[in-house]
């Protein structure tokens, strides 16, 4: 740790943040949590597993609403196949209660490959529960395939008002190494709080995304380095922080 610049800003909201955060700690640096969006669960009105052939989560998020919706409708989906985008979504996905789960452990689109590989699309429809406008590019690669996906919104994300005062306090007293962005909409988010008058402070800050896509929005602002792991993973992203010589 950088004694002079000691923290980690961690932008992901629950759940994720508090582990992230404790795995900051382990690394020896200071965790400073400033989640950027807020997670806001969607009405649903009906789900029907008729003809379904697995369940697709490509977020954590969307495993509670689309389990709890299932339980009160009195579905028994335990036996269902899951497939994950990540291992910490099948991690949850088997918490949850589902028996088998199968992990892409990358992004999208080899997610769609993996189900392509190990699903025909005259078995049965796909059920995606995600979040409010995403999954275009997967859906786009499965329907290209031949499979019918069932899309279900079941949450949605917005911004938090302001950034924290404890954040902005460490950013002009030039104490922040490195900020974790776990999704492009989190860059998103940031960048639209962040003050202008403040932008040249990012210059000294190294940036670490979880993908190419965050990149690509990072790249608007100037950064002391801008880092992205090979794999869309919370221990890639940490072997990949650097302390400000």
């Not at 699309?121 to 069932?150: E, T, V, Y």
């Amino acid at each position: 740790m950088n004694k002079q610049k000691p923290f980690l800003v961690i932008t992901r909201p629950e759940p994720g943040l508090s582990e992230t955060a404790q795995r900051v700690s382990q690394l020896g640096w200071e965790p400073l949590l400033m989640p950027v969006m807020i997670i806001q669960s969607l009405p649903i009105d009906f789900v029907t597993i008729e003809n379904v052939q697995a369940i697709i989560f490509t977020s954590r998020q969307s495993i509670t609403p689309m389990t709890e919706q299932l339980s009160i409708q009195n579905i028994a989906y335990q036996q269902i196949p899951v497939f994950t985008v990540g291992d910490i979504t099948a991690k949850d996905a088997l918490q949850a209660g589902f028996c088998n789960v199968i992990s892409a452990d990358q992004d999208a689109v080899a997610l769609a490959s993996l189900i392509k590989k190990k699903l025909n699309p005259q078995a049965g429809r796909l059920l995606f529960p995600c979040a409010k406008g995403q999954g275009k590019l997967l859906i786009a690669l499965l329907k290209q395939a031949g499979f019918i996906i069932s899309y279900c919104e079941v949450y949605q994300t917005r911004p938090v008002k302001n950034l924290s005062a404890a954040f902005l306090q460490a950013l002009k007293a030039d104490k922040i190494n490195s900020i974790l962005f776990f999704s492009s909409e989190t860059v998103r988010f940031f960048l639209e709080l962040f003050p202008e008058n403040l932008q040249g402070n990012l210059k000294f800050i190294q940036a670490v995304g979880i993908s190419i896509k965050t990149k690509s929005i990072l790249e608007r602002v100037s950064w002391r380095s801008i880092e992205i792991p090979s794999y869309p993973r919370t221990e890639e992203m940490l072997s990949l922080i650097k302390e400000h010589s």
